[in-house]
């Protein structure tokens, strides 16, 4: 059985740091694009990040050298270092696998991704 689960969210202040983890069980994350995605109150759904089965990472324009996605296939884990905090980047992030082998991680589209995880909390006071 797929299950993805998050961690590592919490309140941090502007300009600090957080990493979160992405612990996927079920299946092996190194077979299929993962993505973070994030939903903040009042906003729709939107993508962060995605590594490629490759290890290609691919960002939003919001987060392009704040945020660093890794995967650590030992540990079957996906991570998101998150530098540089904004109150904008405050939401419930959310990992995501695409099993399908199409193109919604790459293009960071929540709508064709097949499994998900319940999310993780990232707070930025302003």
């Known amino acids: 059985q797929v299950q993805l689960v998050e961690s590592g969210g919490g309140l941090v202040q502007p300009g600090g740091s957080l990493r979160l983890s992405c612990a996927a069980s079920?299946?092996?994350?190194?077979?299929?694009?993962i993505g973070w995605f994030r939903q903040a109150p009042g906003k729709e759904r939107e993508g962060v990040s995605c590594?490629?089965?490759?290890?290609?990472?691919v960002y939003a324009d919001s987060v392009q050298g704040r945020f660093t996605i890794s995967r650590d296939n030992a540990k079957n884990t996906v991570f998101l270092q998150m530098n540089s905090l904004k109150p904008e980047d405050t939401a419930v992030y959310y990992c995501?696998?695409?099993?399908?082998?199409?193109?919604?991680?790459?293009?960071?589209?929540?709508?064709?991704?097949?499994?998900w995880g319940k999310g993780t909390l990232v707070t930025v006071p302003s």
């Open positions: 995501a696998t695409e099993t399908s082998y199409g193109s919604s991680c790459v293009f960071l589209r929540p709508n064709g991704m097949d499994y």
């Open positions: 079920g299946f092996a994350l190194d077979r299929y694009s």
């Open positions: 590594i490629t089965s490759s290890g290609s990472p």
